[in-house]
């Protein structure tokens, strides 16, 4: 399909960007048949056709709340390209919880974002897209699985196309079917995904089955842009336990054991003593605590956690 210049995914056609439109209507003349129809590269990206970045379009692969997610010829490779959306489209992501301890170049940028003057918000804006490529920088030379990133300009972040073992793109995790023995396996190599991030001062901080794919080498973990610093963050013990929790809860419906598990709190345990390590060997529990147990205390914890479970699960339907 390639030699035509025309792709078709999603009930969309793109003509890739190199294809003159006259050529291409000559080439297609029953081009009415399509549902929608483009010459255009789609205009977030031509800044980057302009660029040399990235040579053809090839098709769209997602459309959600923060960005839209393409395919795109660089070279001899097949990319991908994540387009970022405004601020002013974007959801619970930018809470403030998330941006804390983040370093900006400047006290002059930081009192602009501060104030949310034009400038404020422009400054605002690239830090978040900055985040999620710094981040993917941070962990690849870390050695965690995420997409190697190439560039993040102009509101666009090239990077890795993930592909399963047939070189389609790769599926998420929620969309695969899963033994309860892939799920342990999964569960525990993503537990040392998690530990190596840390180790690397990184917390993901919206860890999901939504954003893990499945490629033919493993889970790999994507969208970084809320990634949280971990030393600099108050909610950082929370933020991990969140993550880790969506962990047991998902691979928990195909491993009911691992429901119980405390990984989370084992981990944290050992980064506050400086004792975590890639390495550091896990048990997914933690000593038993022999002070009395404060019921109303407790009531409330399984009481917040209901509801946060809860609030989750509608953000993620939300979003889908
Ligand atoms: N590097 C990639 N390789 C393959 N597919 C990707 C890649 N990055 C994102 N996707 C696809 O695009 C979707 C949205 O990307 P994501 O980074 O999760 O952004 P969003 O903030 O919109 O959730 C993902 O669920 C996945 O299906
Ligand atoms: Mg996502």
Not at 3 to 21: H, I, N, R, Y
Request: charged share 25%; with cysteine.
């Amino acid at each position: 399909m390639a030699e035509t210049g025309l792709f078709a995914q999603s009930g969309k056609v793109w003509v890739l960007a190199s294809a003159g439109a006259q050529q291409m209507a000559s080439f297609f003349p029953e081009r009415q048949a399509f549902t929608e129809w483009s010459l255009k590269v789609p205009q977030r990206l031509a800044p980057l056709v302009e660029e040399g970045l990235v040579d053809e379009v090839l098709s769209q692969l997602m459309s959600g709340k923060e960005a839209t997610v393409y395919v795109v010829r660089c070279g001899d490779s097949v990319r991908c390209a994540k387009v970022y959306k405004d601020a002013k489209q974007r959801s619970f992501k930018n809470a403030v919880s998330y941006t804390e301890g983040r370093k900006v170049k400047n006290s002059r940028q930081a009192r602009a974002m501060e104030k949310g003057t034009r400038y404020g918000r422009q400054m605002q804006e690239e830090a978040w897209q900055n985040a999620e490529v710094d981040a993917l920088f941070r962990l690849a030379n870390a050695g965690v699985r995420v997409p190697q990133p190439y560039i993040c300009t102009d509101g666009v972040l090239l990077m890795e196309l993930v592909t399963d073992a047939d070189g389609q793109v790769a599926p998420r995790l929620n969309d695969v079917e899963l033994t309860a023995e892939s799920a342990l396996e999964h569960h525990a190599y993503l537990i040392k995904q998690v530990v190596r991030m840390l180790c690397a001062g990184v917390i993901h901080g919206d860890l999901s089955e939504y954003n893990i794919l499945m490629a033919a080498s493993g889970p790999v973990i994507i969208d970084l842009p809320q990634a949280v610093d971990a030393a600099g963050n108050n909610e950082a013990a929370a933020m991990l336990s969140r993550d880790v929790q969506n962990l047991a809860v998902y691979f928990g419906q195909f491993a009911p054991q691992l429901l119980t598990t405390a990984y989370a709190k084992e981990i944290w345990q050992h980064y506050v003593a400086s004792t975590l390590t890639p390495e550091t060997p896990l048990t997914g529990f933690v000593a038993a605590d022999t002070t009395p147990v404060d019921m109303d205390g407790l009531m409330q914890e399984i009481e917040d956690t209901r509801r946060e479970e809860q609030e989750r699960r509608l953000r993620l339907q939300e979003r889908d």
